[in-house]
């Protein structure tokens, strides 16, 4: 394709301590420690997560579950999109969908996830998980997420 | 509506073993094991599975993490189609979409899944889950998977 | 399953004129004019919607093109959606997913569609499609639709 | 993110004669001719398809309908597809899911779509879709498509 557009936009983080707030509140997502992810990179509107291989999570062939890749890609969205929001805002999944492109077998595995389209209201993220062995790296899911900016923190009870 | 059609067929299973077939399968999915999900029910083509609520699964609210609550509704969608399926196939989530409904919040969550849709390779489920509390059950996400129907175990590899 | 949820409440319409407000709106969507789509029938959170086949919307193999099913699949979501929402709201497609269970080929289509969630900013709706020929019903298509309310109407054009 | 793995090689298509069959089938889409739509560019894996603005295809606010966003962006992702399966195979749309980022107002439509995997049975592939106006390129939605290939036509018909 000769004349592919910038999907992409140079993103412009609203809250300035973007970097602390999504730290912390990756921290208090217990679930993350549980599975060892850790935060590789981290930019307004983008993250890099990484976790290792446990059999603990795997399905009935010994590759990772789709539903704990999609769990690291989810908050690899919610976090990208988290990056950009204004400092009092909470950060509320609505929706997501993964495709799973290979089976999740691998020592540890790498998640990318940037910001494709950041709303007042409405934040869309998409995630790639990649699956990586000693020589190399296999691409093995992709999500789309929508993303909700709660502004009003009672919401999230409701 | 005065005329709604009948979506859900009586389904036959394929093989009359699929009870222990399932059952087999479910028992090798350490995750399942790692969440303390049980098989509350089976016939063919719908499942109902149960977990109790813990806080190593909760994102940062202290409520169960989408990507836990999918995981689950995953292998639910994945054991009503395995359910159908003849007795040498092999099981695999092509993709899934989840919309979360309601916070995660309960002291159980019981998710149920039925086929829509059983063709030779290609299956397509449903998945609800519900959190309950002492006296309440909310429906709090929605799935729809794709499942592929593998009967050459090597593709499962690929 | 002995203990199935009713996941469908009641649904009470805000707007006590949601009927004249639904079809106002649907006649001003040329595209269900041009489709040739009618409403069948019309409750709080559930519509039924019909168009016949004809060949212009025709995909290589003579079949309805799985986008023209997800129109009037997307529009029936739109619509249940909005026959609940408050009087001066309007009503925004963020983002739906459909599975493809038949080739839609019949002498014309149903669509029905019902709420699953109705909350303040997001509603999630379901549709199916079903092909009519003379003597028989087939389920050929299943949405779901992720729909946001905006009082705001200026938020629409940004 | 310093170290993003490529997630496209580049295609082989398994036809020589991929583009003769892409625009063959692509003419016989009575939907895509109806809609004015044009193949802009073809390489193994990657399409670019465009279309007018026509108020015939409008919701109730002027914008095309998300549907008909959705129906160039289901045939761009599977003739992307379509453009590397083998000689005799045919294509099906499983499922789509669709993302809408912005109105789709504007003199013309730019669609482009790209295969991120190509399996032997299935296919995944994403499009984007840009308004163009007389001055600027919006980008209003965003689709991940999975395919089938089918070499048994008559599973078409099952």
């Not at 590789?40 to 446990?54: H, K, W």
């Not at 908050?75 to 929001?85: R, T």
């Not at 691409?139 to 997420?145: C, E, G, I, L, R």
């Amino acid at each position: 394709m000769k004349n592919v557009p910038k999907k992409m936009t140079n993103f412009q983080p609203r809250d300035p301590n973007f970097r602390e707030k999504v730290k912390d509140s990756f921290t208090r997502q217990k679930v993350m420690g549980e599975l060892g992810v850790e935060i590789n990179d981290l930019s307004p509107g983008e993250i890099e997560l990484q976790f290792p291989y446990d059999e603990r999570w795997t399905q009935q062939h010994g590759f990772i579950h789709a539903g704990i890749i999609s769990t690291v890609m989810d908050s690899a969205c919610g976090y990208a999109a988290f990056s950009l929001m204004p400092k009092y805002a909470a950060v509320l999944s609505i929706e997501f969908k993964s495709n799973f492109l290979a089976p999740a077998a691998g020592e540890k595995f790498r998640i990318i996830s940037r910001v494709i389209r950041s709303g007042r209201t409405i934040t869309v993220a998409e995630a790639d998980a990649f699956a990586l062995s000693s020589d190399k790296e296999k691409h093995v899911a992709h999500m789309t997420a929508t993303i909700m900016t709660v502004l009003d923190n009672n919401s999230i009870q409701q």
